[in-house]
């Protein structure tokens, strides 16, 4: 059973624009309802696509330069980064099948 790892700026540049695979990078706060509400979702596809995508979990509070540098506004917001760039940006929350289709897009293209 795979969960979202927490990364924070000191570690971004290595876990997530260096990673080998798909990451998807769940930018929320511990006081954000939606970002409570997408977590068990994400949590779920952290399973589903265990081995072909890595999760990630950044807390915009305690990195709010990372979450200033790729544009992060509302939470939640998601986005997936492939060969360490943004290749799909959600925000707010979304159903798993629409977070599904996203991920299968950035491991085609």
């Known amino acids: 059973m795979s969960k979202p790892t927490e990364v924070n700026e000191a570690k971004f ?8 695979t798909p990451v998807l990078v769940d930018f ?3 006081w954000c309802g939606p ?9 779920e596809l ?3 696509y265990d081995g072909k995508v890595s999760f990630m979990k950044l807390n915009v509070d305690d ?3 990372i979450a200033s540098k790729y544009g992060v506004m509302s939470i939640p917001t998601l986005i997936i980064f492939k060969d360490g760039q943004p290749v799909s940006n959600l925000v707010g929350f979304r159903p798993k ?6 991920i299968d ?5």
């Open 97 to 102: 099948p629409e977070l599904k289709k996203s």
């Open 13 to 20: 540049d290595e876990m997530v624009l260096k990673a080998k």
């Open 105 to 109: 897009t950035a491991l085609a293209g």
């Open 46 to 48: 952290s399973d589903e």
């Open 28 to 30: 929320w706060a511990p």
């Open 35 to 43: 970002c409570r509400m997408v977590a068990p979702i994400v949590d």
């Open 63 to 65: 990195n709010a330069g």
